[in-house]
């Protein structure tokens, strides 16, 4: 069985740039969540999805961040006119739901931002 | 401010002896732990967690340990091998809660043949 996959796995862009950061969940996993690691920190907790919903989106760090998912598949996260600060590890990981502590991480998309 | 703290940043064990991660939490809503483990250029892998109800929680070399009066918890790796070399994240959640994990900063964990 498939693991939670990310794509790309690294990304440079140009500063004011956009960017939009793929994940695939593992087939039936009705939540979906966005973490962010910056060097040396922990992960941040970005966005929750239940199916295609996101009821928590409080670590979303400005409006320039926004994400969608298509039912219980796919998710991209997509990061308008991108700054050096948004350089980081972008992490998604994938439960069978809300109530299922156990998360299942993808190998990240390192995005650097120039 | 930060909710889950790992105050060590590294942690040198020889192979065979104990390794003994530590972190602390301030949140009192918490009441599931969880321990990832993290190799380079890899996501996070679930380790072993722990129910506030419980104190301990066993599965082969590692051992969770939760006190709550104290709001501390720690991981014990015993035999510690060198394949244990990586950083261990400590990270909490609560009942009712989306399900997000709140994660402290890490502990990197290099283990010596």
């Known amino acids: 069985g498939a693991g939670v996959s990310q794509s790309p796995s690294n990304k440079v862009t140009e500063k004011g740039k956009d960017v939009e950061l793929r994940c695939d969940p593992i087939?039936?996993?009705?939540?979906l969540y966005w973490y962010r690691q910056r060097l040396g920190q922990g992960l941040e907790f970005l966005i929750y999805f239940q199916g295609n919903s996101a009821p928590d989106k409080s670590g979303l760090p400005s409006d320039r961040f926004s994400a969608e998912r298509t039912g219980e598949s796919v998710s991209t996260l997509t990061i308008q006119r991108t700054q050096q600060e948004d350089s980081a590890v972008y992490l998604c990981?994938?439960?069978?739901?809300?109530?299922?502590?156990?998360?299942?991480f993808g190998p990240g998309t390192r995005l650097t931002v120039l | 401010d930060q909710q889950v703290k790992q105050n060590s940043p590294s942690l040198s064990v020889q192979e065979g002896r104990i390794s003994i991660l530590n972190c602390d939490y301030t949140n009192s809503m918490f009441d599931y732990f969880l321990w990832y483990k993290k190799y380079p250029a890899e996501g996070p892998t679930f380790l072993i967690s722990?129910?506030?109800?419980?104190d301990k929680n066993e599965d082969g070399r590692f051992t969770v340990f939760l006190n709550k009066s104290a709001k501390h918890l720690s991981l014990h790796i015993v035999p510690s091998q060198p394949g244990d070399s990586a950083v261990y994240f400590c990270?909490?959640?609560?009942?009712?809660?989306?399900?997000?994990?709140?994660f402290g900063q890490g502990t990197t964990l290099q283990v010596k043949p």
């Open positions: 087939s039936g996993h009705t939540a």
């Open positions: 990270a909490a959640t609560y009942s009712g809660n989306t399900g997000k994990l709140i």
């Open positions: 722990i129910s506030s109800i419980k």
């Open positions: 990981a994938s439960s069978l739901g809300p109530a299922h502590n156990e998360q299942f």
